[in-house]
């Protein structure tokens, strides 16, 4: 009986070990790291989520100094209901800039994410994905999607390329 358990803690060590190494990753959440070759640069996530109730418009913008970073994050803020941090994410603007987007409020379910961010020479070009409601989306609140990433400064003009997706409801 004795070996039986002794078996059995052993057999449960090692696969928790198991999971615990297929777990871990090189890089920290919210850390995109390219795939080298790839032309991508690295960036960090600092919010992404949609903000249920609140409305607003469109931003692409990419922020180079702490008082923007701040003024900007109020407006995130505005009319919203807890979802968002009261104090932005801290970011070191002597090495960093931030990049945010958001789709204007959309009436259900949807999602924006930035995918990747390459640098050729005299610009920086963002991937992002919009993905607004499906067709047959009913929801009772409406909701507005950001997300803010932060990516090593440069005074290169920023520009966006947009793909539209679609984000499905209940399977329909």
């Known amino acids: 009986m004795r070996l039986g358990v002794r078996r059995s803690l052993i057999l449960a060590t090692a696969g928790l070990l198991t999971l615990a190494c297929l777990g871990t990753s090189s890089a920290a959440p919210g850390h995109r790291r390219p795939k080298p070759g790839s032309g991508q640069i690295a960036f960090v996530t600092l919010v992404q ?3 249920p ?38 970011v070191d603007f002597q090495k960093n800039m931030v990049i945010v987007v958001a789709m204007p409020t959309q009436s259900c379910v949807s999602k924006v994410t930035i995918r990747g961010i390459t640098h050729p020479p ?21 909701q507005r999607p950001l ?14 390329v947009v793909t539209q997706g679609m984000t499905a409801c209940g399977g329909r």
């Open 122 to 142: 005299g610009a920086l070009i963002v991937d992002l994905l919009e993905e607004p409601p499906g067709p047959n989306c009913v929801c009772i609140v409406s």
């Open 49 to 51: 989520r949609a903000i």
């Open 53 to 90: 109730g609140q409305q607003g418009d469109q931003v692409r913008q990419a922020i180079r100094d702490t008082a923007a970073w701040k003024d900007l994050w109020f407006k995130l803020r505005e009319r919203d209901s807890g979802t968002l941090p009261h104090q932005q994410p801290a």
């Open 147 to 160: 997300h803010a990433v932060t990516v090593a400064r440069t005074a290169d003009p920023v520009r966006f």
